[in-house]
């Protein structure tokens, strides 16, 4: 067994890693440090540290990272259209690089030989943190306990902690895997591991079911500057303050709600639910914005790109050249995504019902059929015979 003496880990003050702190001092005898990065789910501190402590954790560090995840993580995701498999907004895996970033930084301050995290053997979360602090600082150690303990479900993590008394929230009839932040909220394990389940009533935490939903729609503007939330409903704000209004808002109307068979990086299928009201509202909004102000081959061609995107940030390769690179390219033209977008907020949908913006290439002249219509017809038939050339000379030569 490897000689361990200082670790940082990653604690969440969920199950997992509450268990991990007791395992890892009893197991390699070694001093265990607490680090949470709050990115949108401590509400009590004051809990958090006790449930650490509680699990035999020297030291706890609980740090606001807020404006570090909206002005690094979520605002490049933004711009990138970062949607994996083309609808999970990638909350979880967002804010896993700037955990592994903060824990490499704290272990390297702290003397500590070791970094440890409470990610599962198949999960996504442990490629994400060991791949960022490998980036970053890689003489560090990487410990894993759910790969090397002998638990084999998370009820036998629930009995372990209440042997020991560690604090904990789960509960064997409620052993969901939760991770929350800014961006989103995710659920999965207990009864969602059967595809077939319809999920609880108990699996959402942050959206009201859409039958519940208020009966009268609501409308809201959000107003954007270089492709940033600068105000909502008229009233200047900071973009967090944008997302955390449009979290409650949107809950309340059931916006954001998903139900995935998602592809993992380590090969598997998982059911995984996901509650992201925010990002649905402001994905919505931004790219109705977009669509008024750039061209037809920039919009096309960022399709693609986007898929890319939301791949590298997926499998953990946040540190990595190409996502750089790409932020540059998706930063380039937001200079022109400024002006206000109008959304229509129902029982589960959001939509778009109006935009504007001095950077506009709409024209009402050419779009018009009435008699403001400025477009030139007697250009279409040349243009016409020219599009098609390629297909009449194909046709011509069977």
């Not at 595809?195 to 108990?202: G, S, T």
């Not at 690179?325 to 400024?338: G, I, K, P, W």
């Amino acid at each position: 067994m490897k000689t361990i003496k200082k670790v940082v880990l990653a604690y969440s003050g969920g199950l997992d890693t509450s268990c991990a702190v007791k395992w890892i001092h009893d197991t390699y005898g070694a001093e265990v440090i607490c680090f949470s990065a709050f990115i949108g789910e401590v509400k009590d501190k004051k809990e958090l540290v006790q449930r650490a402590r509680s699990a035999g954790a020297s030291e706890v560090y609980i740090e606001n990272l807020k404006t570090d995840f909206v002005d690094e993580f979520i605002t490049p995701a933004l711009w990138a259209r970062a949607k994996y498999e083309g609808h999970y907004f990638l909350a979880t895996a967002l804010g896993r690089p700037l955990i592994a970033r903060r824990l490499a930084q704290i272990a390297l301050r702290e003397g500590a030989d070791t970094v440890a995290h409470g990610c599962s053997a198949k999960g996504n979360d442990q490629v994400r943190i060991e791949v960022g602090v490998r980036s970053l600082a890689p003489q560090l150690r990487i410990l894993a306990p759910l790969r090397e303990w002998s638990f084999s479900s998370r009820a036998e993590e629930i009995e372990y902690a209440k042997k020991h008394n560690i604090l904990i929230e789960a509960t064997k009839e409620r052993p969901y895997s939760i991770d929350k932040n800014l961006w989103g909220l995710s659920v999965e394990a207990g009864i969602l591991e059967d595809p077939w389940v319809e999920p609880p009533v108990d699996t959402y935490f942050i959206t009201r079911p859409p039958e519940l939903a208020p009966k009268k729609p609501i409308y809201v503007t959000i107003d954007f500057k270089k492709g940033i939330p600068v105000a909502l409903n008229g009233r200047p704000m900071s973009f967090t303050a944008v997302i955390e209004q449009l979290t409650d808002l949107g809950g309340k109307y059931g916006i954001g709600r998903l139900d995935l068979i998602e592809n993992r990086l380590v090969g598997i299928k998982s059911r995984e639910i996901y509650e992201a009201p925010q990002a649905e509202i402001l994905h919505t909004a931004h790219e109705a914005l977009e669509s008024l102000v750039l061209d037809r081959e920039l919009l096309h061609y960022k399709r693609l790109l986007s898929e890319k995107y939301s791949e590298l940030v997926y499998y953990g390769l946040w540190f990595s050249r190409l996502r750089k690179a790409l932020d540059e390219f998706f930063a380039s033209y937001q200079n022109r995504v400024t002006g206000t977008v109008r959304l229509k907020l129902e029982a589960g949908r959001v939509n778009v019902v109006g935009r504007k913006s001095p950077f506009t290439l709409y024209s009402e002249g050419l779009a018009t059929y009435s008699a403001r219509d400025t477009f030139d017809k007697s250009s279409a038939e040349g243009f016409m015979k020219i599009w098609g050339l390629p297909y009449e000379g194909k046709a011509k030569s069977k």
